[in-house]
Nanobody, 111 residues
């Protein structure tokens, strides 16, 4: 199983980014998947999750700004991030929690 994140870059506050996670060797359909992030000096936190039934949940800090989605045909997980704030700066990870698989992370920097 391999999860490969992409889409992270440096943006100005108020901007948008779309992160993608290509999942190899593990079908995303019907699986629970999560986007985590870790900022320097802070604990890792879950920011958005999609459950086995397609239901979604978000951390309070990103509610209304971030949207998690999955593309079953492409076997990918995405995170649309709008109205970005400097406090969103972190490395973002795609995670298949049920099998403990993590991607390598993608850096998002908001200034």
């Amino acid at each position: 199983v391999q999860l490969v994140e992409s889409g992270g870059e440096s943006v100005q506050a108020g901007g948008s980014l779309r992160l993608s996670c290509a999942v190899h060797g593990y079908a995303v359909l019907g699986k629970a998947l999560t986007w985590f992030r870790q900022a320097p000096g802070k604990e890792r936190e879950a920011v958005a999750a999609i459950d086995h039934f397609g239901g979604t949940s978000y951390a309070e800090s990103v509610e209304g700004r971030f949207t998690i989605s999955q593309d079953n045909a492409g076997n990918t997980l995405s995170l649309q991030m709008n109205s970005l704030k400097p406090e969103d700066t972190a490395v973002y990870y795609c995670v298949a929690r049920s099998i403990g698989a993590w991607g390598q992370g993608t850096q998002v920097t908001v200034s």
